[in-house]
């Protein structure tokens, strides 16, 4: 079974600075996707970011962007420009591959704060 | 763009009564999902639905059943309701065929409380 870690149950940044959540995670499969969900105090689960492993390009998405590295099975998350709307829980998520309704399988989560 | 959506946002019961969620995906999507997420916790996977027949299950009580209709829209039922049962719980869609996104789209959820 797959099974994702976020070792930082907590963060904090500066607005307009740059900050790193980490992910690790563990499978034997060779072909998956890893996402970043972002959920606000509202409890909305937001999409931030989706990789496909089998792209080595890592992905970007405005002021987000990841680092995989699939060697190592590790996956984070870079947020830039940092602003007080990105305070919020962030679960990093892992799905298998094969079409059909794959389970996401979520870490543990990482808060994130934004000081003014 | 049209989102997943979930009936009712909020739900108050008393232990042993039963309740029904009910998850409208994004048009077009072949596949529901619904997960559990307590208070503190990360999302648990519970029940999976894809073109309408089930197909994958996690850790979900006997007491809790689920299907999915032939416009997808998807309801959870719940019966013999805990305090335990608490929590929010998410429906999220994806679209399976004919493409390699597959990304799952989360609606608001539903805050269940039992009293």
């Known amino acids: 079974a797959q099974t994702v870690t976020q070792s930082q149950p907590e963060m904090s940044v500066q607005e307009a600075e740059t900050v790193t959540l980490s992910c690790t995670y563990d499978?034997?499969?060779?072909?998956?996707?890893l996402f970043w969900y972002k959920q606000p105090p509202s409890r909305q689960m937001i999409l931030v970011i989706r990789?496909?492993?089998?792209?080595?390009q890592n992905a970007t998405e405005n002021r987000f962007s990841v680092n995989f590295q699939k060697a190592a099975k590790s996956f984070s998350l870079k947020i830039s420009d940092s602003q007080l709307g990105d305070a919020a829980m962030y679960f990093c998520a892992y799905r298998s591959y094969p079409q059909g309704a794959q389970k996401l399988v979520f870490g543990q989560g990482t808060r994130l704060t934004i000081n003014p | 763009a049209a989102g997943v959506i979930q009936s009712p946002r909020h739900l108050i019961k008393e232990k042993r009564e039963t309740a029904t969620l009910k998850c409208y995906p994004i048009?077009?999507?072949?596949?529901v999902y619904w997960y559990q997420q307590g208070p503190g916790q990360d999302p648990q996977f519970l029940i999976s639905f894809y073109e309408k027949m089930q197909s994958d299950k996690g850790s979900i009580p006997d007491r809790f059943s689920a299907q999915q209709f032939s416009d997808y829209h998807s309801e959870l039922n719940m019966s013999s309701l805990e305090l335990g049962d608490s929590a929010l719980y998410f429906c999220?869609?994806?679209?399976?065929?004919?493409?390699?996104?597959?990304?799952?789209?989360f609606g608001p959820g539903t805050r269940l409380l039992v009293l």
């Open positions: 999220a869609s994806s679209l399976e065929k004919a493409t390699s996104d597959r990304t799952q789209y």
């Open positions: 499978t034997s499969e060779s072909d998956y996707y």
């Open positions: 048009p077009r999507h072949d596949t």
């Open positions: 990789q496909e492993a089998y792209k080595q």
